[in-house]
């Protein structure tokens, strides 16, 4: 599809109209989502909140084609998810998408650096090859001293940052958090939140979007989106 690539620039990184995502549950079902629509912009560290059981991350996992909705439409970076069967899909979420979760999700048994390059290794290519990209990720999160440290001799903060350049060994378009500060301490959190910060500003066609319940994000997000009974309740859709 040859479109015009200043228009796919401008275009919005998330375009979510009406997402129902329903849950069969015995002779019942579930709407943990409920009608959300939404547009983002890149360039932007957008957060994510509302009550617990709202269906931030059911839309998250929306958003990177982790999950399907019921219903509704759903582009990301000029993707139509809608339309990707489980290999399209799959590949989607490797190339476009990076991943940053609450418990840092990194391979205990590999080092720092190739645990970022390891999404490199899941598309083929060679962990040697990946190295120069992985290690300057490392620099670039502020652990260029600790490429060579295994997880267990990493804090929690540092696991975290490790966590932040894994997400970006791809180039994604957008990267999603799922409460990435939550368990990490104040002071902590707040320079992963600056970071992920920073990484949304690098490009203009990149956003960053995260769940938290960090009342501190919302002084370095550029936007805050409310999930409230499974619709975006303020202004964003
Ligand atoms: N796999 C599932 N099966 C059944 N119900 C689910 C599933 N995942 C989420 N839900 C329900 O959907 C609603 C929204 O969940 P979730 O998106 O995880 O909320 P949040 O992240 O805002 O806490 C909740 O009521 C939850 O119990
Ligand atoms: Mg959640």
């Not at 401008?10 to 959300?36: H, Q, S």
């Not at 839309?59 to 000029?78: K, M, N, Q």
């Not at 476009?96 to 290794?121: D, K, Y």
């Not at 300057?136 to 001799?153: K, N, Q, Y």
Request: glycine letters at 8%; a negative charge; proline letters at 5%.
């Amino acid at each position: 599809m040859a479109a015009d690539p200043d228009s796919v620039e401008r275009a919005p990184v998330v375009e979510a109209t009406d997402l129902v995502r329903e849950y069969r549950m015995g002779t019942g079902t579930i709407r943990a989502l409920d009608g959300a629509s939404l547009r983002l912009d890149g360039g932007q560290f957008v957060s994510v909140v509302g009550p617990s059981g709202a269906g931030k991350s059911t839309l998250l996992h929306i958003i990177g084609a982790l999950d399907t909705p019921t219903s509704g439409t759903i582009r990301v970076a000029g993707t139509d998810l809608m339309s990707l069967d489980d290999d399209a899909a799959s590949e989607f979420r490797r190339h476009r998408v990076g991943f940053i979760f609450q418990f840092f999700n990194l391979v205990p048994t590999l080092s720092a650096w190739e645990n970022v390059a390891l999404p490199m290794l899941l598309d083929s290519r060679s962990l040697a090859k990946s190295r120069p990209r992985a290690v300057e990720l490392m620099e670039r999160v502020g652990l260029g001293d600790r490429i060579e440290h295994r997880p267990s001799e990493l804090s929690g903060g540092q696991m975290q940052r490790v966590a932040v350049a894994r997400s970006l060994i791809m180039d994604p378009a957008v990267v999603l958090a799922d409460e990435p500060t939550g368990n990490l301490d104040s002071r902590t959190g707040a320079d992963v939140l600056d970071l992920l910060a920073d990484v949304a500003h690098d490009r203009p066609d990149r956003l960053v979007l995260m769940v938290t319940h960090d009342r501190s994000a919302a002084d370095v997000c550029d936007a805050v989106v409310t999930v409230r009974d499974g619709r975006v309740a303020d202004g964003q859709g």
